[in-house]
């Protein structure tokens, strides 16, 4: 017997494969008719917005001087911090940090040059009667300068209100879910992806540091205000089949 070529022992099973793929009925084609029609998706979102009473107070304050020699003046400011510290902490339930020191040169024109030093106190407390008042005796007795207030929602407050606003805006996301479910004529829906976010947006504080020098022997009047706070949820509500059109 002759043997066969190799090239006709490849072509033979080549024929019968793409014979196969061209057959009317082939299982490819049918597994084309039966894939499943996809379930609509309809992406929403909601929101709950509350307003929480700001709980803790912020008072900044700075000892500054001028000097010719750089030394005077680090002494200068040395000694109205060390006093300003020293009563703050004497106050129970205010919490007391410095947050900066800086010194550097001053030249400007037609005047001799000098060194400016400054150090920053940032006090904090609940107390807002208790810090007022503090910062009204520091300002007229230890020559130190208020640079300005502002008054933030605490920790435990704030998440309090953020669980209360998430049930209520999980709750309003449901609520479009189910209309847009109704509305499409889908039997029913189901959550998918889903996002929660919060922010927040604080009244502007009562004072700013504009002016406060001036009046530095006038009492501070305070008032902390109100914080804003947002819960948004956003996500996929995935419907049922659609129910035909009759």
Not at 22 to 35: H, K, L, R
Not at 203 to 225: D, I, K, N, Y
């Amino acid at each position: 017997m002759k043997p066969i070529a190799p090239s006709r022992m490849l072509l033979a099973p080549s024929i019968a494969l793409l014979a196969a793929l061209v057959a009317p009925g082939a299982p490819a084609q049918t597994i084309i008719d039966a894939a499943p029609t996809p379930q609509p998706i309809v992406t929403l979102s909601a929101s709950a917005t509350g307003s929480i009473a700001n709980d803790r107070m912020h008072a900044y304050l700075r000892a500054e001087a001028d000097n010719p020699d750089a030394t005077v003046a680090s002494n200068e400011v040395n000694a109205r911090m060390g006093k300003a510290l020293a009563k703050a902490k004497a106050v129970a339930g205010i919490d007391v940090s410095t947050t900066g020191y800086t010194t550097y040169q001053v030249n400007e024109p037609n005047r001799p040059t000098r060194w400016r030093v400054t150090q920053s106190l940032k006090l904090d407390s609940a107390d807002f009667s208790a810090l007022a008042a503090l910062v009204t005796r520091l300002q007229s007795q230890d020559g130190v300068l208020l640079s300005g207030l502002n008054f933030t929602v605490s920790p435990a407050a704030r998440r309090a209100e953020e669980d209360a606003l998430t049930q209520q805006a999980i709750k309003a996301w449901q609520r479009r879910a189910q209309a847009a479910a109704q509305g499409f004529g889908a039997g029913g829906w189901r959550t998918g992806r889903v996002s929660v976010q919060t922010s927040d947006y604080g009244r502007p504080p009562v004072m700013r540091a504009a002016g406060m020098a001036a009046a530095a022997a006038a009492p501070v009047a305070v008032e902390g205000g109100t914080t804003d706070v947002t819960v948004s949820v956003s996500g996929e509500a995935i419907l049922d089949t659609v129910r035909a059109a009759r």
